[in-house]
């Protein structure tokens, strides 16, 4: 478990899952990863919470993606 305390911006909460991912990486020799669930607390500058919303302006409740992008030299084996 990957546990990030405080009051972060994007790019400070994803320098520090990286971070973090890298650190068991190396550390327990992790290799693969399956169905990962990443929870964020949304808030703005203040701290304040805030609900995130689609472009209709519905809720925005999950997010979620199939995996990586896979390169062009990914799919032709370069």
């Not at 973090?20 to 990962?36: C, D, F, P």
């Not at 302006?57 to 199939?66: A, E, F, M, N, P």
């Amino acid at each position: 478990m990957i546990s990030v305390r405080g009051h972060l911006t994007m790019a400070q909460l994803r320098q520090a899952l990286f971070e973090a991912l890298g650190e068991i990486e190396e550390e327990y020799n992790l290799r693969h990863a399956r169905n990962v669930t990443v929870f964020v607390n949304p808030t703005d500058e203040f701290g304040e919470k805030v609900i995130l919303r689609d472009q209709r302006g519905k809720v925005l409740s999950r997010v979620t993606k199939k995996g990586p992008y896979r390169s062009a030299a990914e799919e032709y084996n370069l």
